[in-house]
């Protein structure tokens, strides 16, 4: 049971890396929910990464015309999923 484990692990951390959202789209909350999704799946097979380095994951996948949302967001000191999610729905 360890391999598939170990497998599940390493999928979930690949689709935490590697899930963008396309430039010009206009669902970045789907994107920060499916992030949001990923990590709660990852604390499920006991893999607990900080909720800042996910949401820093989930702003540095923003594509670049989020770039001055995104710093904004960034330069906040209380940064956590549900603001990003609040920050991002505000955009135009």
């Known amino acids: 049971m360890e391999g598939q ?5 390493i999928y979930l951390l690949t689709l935490l890396y590697t899930t963008k ?7 970045v909350d789907g994107y920060v929910k499916s992030m949001e999704a990923i990590w709660r799946r990852l ?3 006991n893999l607990e990464l900080p909720e800042e380095l996910v949401v820093l994951m989930t702003l540095m996948g ?3 015309s989020f ?5 904004i967001v960034e330069s906040r000191k209380d940064l ?5 999610k609040r920050d991002l729905q505000q955009k135009p």
Request: cysteine-free.
């Open 5 to 9: 484990e170990s497998y599940t692990k």
């Open 21 to 27: 959202p396309e430039e010009g789209s206009r669902d």
């Open 43 to 45: 604390n499920d097979v």
């Open 62 to 64: 923003l594509p670049p």
């Open 67 to 71: 770039g001055t949302l995104r710093r």
């Open 80 to 84: 956590s999923m549900e603001i990003i």
